[in-house]
């Protein structure tokens, strides 16, 4: 079993900055890919980003050069930086491990973001 434990949502204005982090509770983080994902109010979550255990990271066409994901496979964290934000980036994001062998998923609580206009 693996704990996520997001933070770093809040409140901003449209075009401004926010950083979420996530913390795993495993001595094998490595052997995770990790993503981000978005649940808008009243619609299917959605991944946003997933970085791979070297660092190869992914995004979704919404999210390309405003969102960066990385992570730290010291501190066993994943970070999504998120800049000019607009308020259909509102919602509540999800940390999520996926295992590259069992493909066992674990998800964080989550973290609301609101982006104000």
């Known amino acids: 079993q693996v704990q996520l434990v997001e933070s770093g949502g809040g409140l901003v204005q449209a075009g401004g900055s926010l950083r979420l982090s996530c913390t795993a509770s495993?001595?094998?983080?490595?052997?995770?890919?990790m993503a981000w994902y978005h649940q808008a109010p009243g619609k299917q979550r959605e991944q946003v980003a997933s970085?791979?255990?070297?660092?190869?990271?992914y995004y979704a066409d919404s999210v390309k050069g405003r969102f960066t994901i990385s992570r730290d496979n010291t501190k066993n964290t994943v970070s999504l930086q998120m800049n000019s934000l607009d308020p259909e980036d509102t919602g509540v994001y999800y940390c999520?491990?996926?295992?590259?062998?069992?493909?066992?998923?674990?998800w964080g609580q989550g973290t609301q973001v609101t982006v104000s206009s």
């Open positions: 999520n491990a996926h295992h590259i062998i069992s493909r066992l998923t674990y």
């Open positions: 495993t001595s094998f983080f490595g052997n995770y890919v």
């Open positions: 970085v791979t255990r070297g660092g190869n990271p």
